[in-house]
């Protein structure tokens, strides 16, 4: 149980495109779903915090314009780069939790590479 | 504010070593810590967890102690296997910042040779 996948798991684009990444938790419903960026050898970064019908709340530094978050439904979640530029280029993770507090799991995404050319 | 600080890697060991990664944090709250471990190619899974002060988390033959007064969650195994290279993520969780989040350290690398 509780598993979370996201599609595509990697991506190629052109630089000004924009590209939609989603996230679904497949056995359980998600009240809260949270969207990480990955560099290589390093940490995962909270990008956006995002409760189901409401709007996503973003960490400090993230631009909200360039990274639409989506969380129309309780098991899935969207994230749209737009305008790709190759510094977008990077893992892109995403995770799921049911419950409300910080004592509930988060359940991860596999993950998705983006690279912009 | 919160932060977590993972000892440096990466770390390689020879099977059945025992194995320490170093975890400690700075929360303005009283915050839950975590251990997930990201094995190739997949992501990241809870190995443990601890939510008050002495508490031991534990999974797979893997411990951690929840240690307020030295504010440290260090991850240890008495006898490592070659399945369990992997990046290990320390974290905590503070319910007093509102967002609830998870705030991760930098990661440590684990290589256990034959």
């Known amino acids: 149980g509780a598993v979370v996948s996201q599609h595509p798991s990697w991506v190629i684009c052109k630089s000004g495109t924009s590209v939609k990444i989603e996230c679904r938790s497949l056995?359980?419903?998600?009240?809260?779903m949270f969207w990480y960026r990955q560099f290589p050898k390093q940490s995962l970064m909270l990008m956006a915090t995002s409760n189901e019908g409401s709007k996503a709340t973003y960490e400090q530094g993230v631009e909200k314009d360039k990274f639409l978050i989506n969380h129309a439904s309780l098991t899935l979640s969207t994230l749209t780069v737009t305008s790709a530029h190759p510094e977008d280029s990077s893992f892109y993770i995403c995770?799921?939790?049911?419950?409300?507090?910080?004592?509930?799991?988060?359940?991860f995404g596999p993950g998705t590479r983006l690279t912009v050319l | 504010g919160d932060s977590v600080t993972q000892m440096e890697g990466p770390v390689t060991l020879s099977e059945e070593a025992f194995l320490t990664i170093n975890c400690t944090y700075t929360?303005?709250?009283?915050?839950?810590l975590f251990w997930y471990v990201q094995y190739p190619g997949e992501g990241l899974q809870l190995l443990l967890k601890?939510?008050?002060?002495?508490d031991k988390g534990s999974n797979k033959g893997f411990e951690a102690t929840y240690r307020k007064e030295t504010t440290s969650f260090h991850l240890e195994k008495g006898s490592v296997q070659v399945s369990d290279s992997a990046v290990y993520f320390c974290?905590?969780?503070?319910?007093?910042?509102?967002?609830?989040?998870?705030?991760f350290g930098q990661g440590t690398r684990l290589t256990i040779n034959p």
């Open positions: 929360a303005t709250g009283y915050p839950s």
């Open positions: 056995d359980f419903q998600a009240t809260t």
């Open positions: 974290a905590l969780s503070d319910l007093g910042r509102g967002a609830q989040k998870l705030v």
């Open positions: 995770s799921a939790r049911a419950g409300q507090t910080s004592t509930d799991t988060q359940y």
């Open positions: 601890a939510t008050k002060a002495d």
